[in-house]
């Protein structure tokens, strides 16, 4: 069975960095391409991140590029946001995600970024 466990949110404050994990069992992971999706209050899912299977092809939405970065660890089966330089428009809940459109995700974890 898919599980993606996704852990690390908290209360930031604008400006500050945060690192999101995601640990992934009940699928080979080390061949799936990973997504970060989120979701702000009132809004829709929104795509952020992508990460190939190997690591190397890196993808971001313009709303994060330059202040988020994803990696990952084919051993641990785990996937990690990095979020630098957070701003109020980033409080969402965060998902981690086997498909672009998230429709395998997680039960998210929140990010709440106030003063």
């Known amino acids: 069975q898919v599980q993606l466990v996704e852990s690390g949110g908290a209360l930031v404050q604008p400006g500050g960095s945060l690192r999101l994990s995601c640990a992934a069992s009940?699928?080979?992971?080390?061949?799936?391409?990973m997504y970060w999706l989120r979701q702000a209050p009132g809004k829709g899912l929104q795509w952020i991140a992508s990460i190939d299977a190997g690591g190397d092809g890196l993808n971001y939405a313009r709303s994060v590029k330059g202040r988020f970065t994803v990696s990952r660890d084919n051993a641990k089966k785990t996937v990690y946001l990095q979020m630098d330089d957070v701003n109020l428009d980033d409080t969402a809940v965060y998902y981690c995600?086997?498909?672009?459109?998230?429709?395998?995700r997680g039960q998210g974890t929140r990010v709440t970024v106030s003063s």
């Open positions: 009940g699928f080979h992971f080390s061949v799936y391409s």
């Open positions: 995600a086997r498909d672009q459109s998230g429709f395998v």
